[in-house]
C-alpha cells in the first residue's frame, strides 16, 4: 500500500475533537504504540528517508517498512506491515532477528493513540497522538492500495489531505517525524 499523510501540532484536542464529531468521524480505536526503530547495516534510513520499526499496539507486535518519501510538502510513500504474532507473540524474535543481521536498534517512540475515520468507502484517517516527551498531535492519512500509484492519484490523495486538515482547522504542519523531534530533543 501507498500512505499519504500529514502531521500537525494540536493546541487544543478537545476542539479537535470536536470538529472531528462535527464531520461524522467515527472513533475506531485507542490504543498504546511503542515504535522500536532500527537503521540499517550499511545505509543510514535517516539520509534514504526509510524507516524499519517494530511497533506493539497494546503488546501486539507488527513490523512495519516504510519506503523512501516523494517530493513535496505532504509525506507519499510505500509501507509495508504486518502482524508478527502468533509466531512471535512479543516481537522480540523479530528483534533478535534485526540483531543478527547488524540492524541497530535507535529509539523507542510511546504514544496513545486514538483513530478516527471520516468516510464510508474509502475512509479518510485522522489520528490523535499524545506522544510521550513531545505533547500532542494529529495525523491525516489517505492510503492508496497500490504499492506504485500514478502522480496524479497521489496528488489527488494530498489536496484530499490538506482540504480535510482545513476543514478541521489544522495550521501548524510537523514535517518531522516522531522519531527524529525524540531525538533531537535528546540531543539539544
Known amino acids: 500500500m501507498f500512505e499519504i499523510e500529514l502531521k500537525f501540532r494540536v493546541g487544543d484536542g478537545s476542539e479537535l475533537r470536536e470538529r472531528l464529531a462535527e464531520n461524522d468521524a467515527v472513533l475506531v480505536s485507542e490504543n498504546e504504540n511503542q515504535d522500536t526503530y532500527y537503521n540499517h547495516p550499511s545505509r543510514d534510513f535517516a539520509e534514504s528517508g526509510e524507516a524499519l520499526r517494530v511497533r506493539r499496539i497494546d503488546g501486539t507486535p507488527l513490523v512495519t517498512y516504510k519506503g523512501s518519501k516523494r517530493p513535496g510538502a505532504v509525506k507519499a ?39 478516527f475515520h471520516l468516510g464510508s468507502s474509502n475512509p479518510m484517517t485522522v489520528t490523535i497522538d499524545r506522544v510521550e516527551g513531545l505533547g500532542e498531535f494529529a495525523e491525516i492519512e489517505r492510503v492508496l492500495h497500490e504499492g506504485s500509484p500514478s502522480d496524479e492519484a497521489v496528488e489527488k490523495a494530498r489536496e484530499e489531505v490538506l482540504n480535510l486538515a482545513s476543514e478541521l482547522g489544522l495550521k501548524s504542519p510537523e514535517s518531522r517525524s516522531y522519531l527524529r523531534m525524540q531525538l533531537e530533543s535528546t540531543s539539544g
Open 77 to 115: 510513500r510505500e509501507e509495508l506491515e504486518w502482524r508478527l504474532d502468533p509466531g512471535d507473540p512479543t516481537g522480540e524474535s523479530m528483534e533478535t532477528l534485526f540483531d543478527r543481521l547488524g540492524f541497530r536498534k535507535v529509539a523507542t517512540v510511546t504514544k496513545q493513540r486514538e483513530t
